[in-house]
């Protein structure tokens, strides 16, 4: 079982959507939650960060947080053809003596006018 | 503010060849961590370089990767004898906390190393 799970899509959805993105993990342990947004030949660029269970939003997105399940998803609200890119999950994992983010593969978001 | 930078952007190498890439951190930021990314494997965590006050502090080398910090705001990732499954895309991130912290994590631009 890989540390760090998304679907990897595409997910198509139309403009001024809701689009939903979903990724799950398995370290227990893990306390911080990342999503970055990449574009193509781009560096990852974080967008949101979630500590702790419930919601948080800011502006268009939102980060839901479920410890219990370990399970972790953005919602883009109105959803516009620029927020097309992979969308990246990535985890805290304490291993090897220091603490490191875990990705997962990323799922690509297309939104169609 | 400036945000993280690397050089160089674009780097051929030949195998068995020894590289070093740089980067330079947000001022004030403690770590830097080294991470590949790959279309295949996505992304991983390789190491990292840790620098406050004086005192210097890099992860273990991941067997032919290992990271040093000749300043306190510059990170060099050292690739020794390169394999062509080398190539990839090379971020470098830049927190506020130490390794045995949470913070976010900002990426540079990447160096994209070609290994022939």
């Known amino acids: 079982q890989k540390e760090v799970e998304q679907n990897s899509g595409p997910l198509s959805v139309p403009e001024g959507a809701i689009a939903s993105l979903n990724c799950t993990y398995s370290?227990?342990?893990?306390?911080?939650f990342f999503w970055y947004r990449q574009y193509s030949g781009k560096s990852p660029e974080l967008i949101m960060s979630?500590?702790?269970?419930g919601d948080k939003e800011d502006g268009r997105f939102t980060a839901q947080l479920n410890k219990a399940s370990q399970y972790v998803s953005l919602l883009i609200r109105d959803s516009q053809p620029s927020d097309s890119a992979t969308y990246l999950c990535a985890v805290n994992l304490f291993s090897g003596g220091y603490n490191k983010l875990i990705f997962g593969a990323g799922t690509r978001l297309a939104v169609h006018p | 503010g400036a945000g993280v930078s690397q050089s160089p952007r674009y780097k051929v190498a030949k195998r068995g060849r020894d590289v070093a890439l740089r980067c330079d951190s947000i001022s004030g930021h403690v770590t830097l961590y080294w991470y590949r990314q790959t279309l295949g494997q996505g992304s991983e965590v390789l190491t990292y370089?840790?620098?406050?006050?004086?005192?210097?502090k890099s992860g273990r080398p991941s067997g032919r990767f290992s990271a040093e910090r000749p300043e306190k705001s510059v990170s060099t990732l050292k690739i020794q004898r390169t394999e062509q499954g080398d190539s990839a895309v090379y971020l470098c991130?830049?927190?506020?906390?130490?390794?045995?912290?949470?913070?976010?994590?900002?990426f540079g631009p990447g160096t994209r190393l070609t290994v022939t």
């Open positions: 370290d227990r342990g893990s306390q911080s």
């Open positions: 979630i500590y702790s269970n």
């Open positions: 370089s840790q620098s406050d006050a004086q005192r210097d």
């Open positions: 991130a830049s927190s506020l906390d130490s390794p045995l912290g949470f913070s976010e994590q900002y």
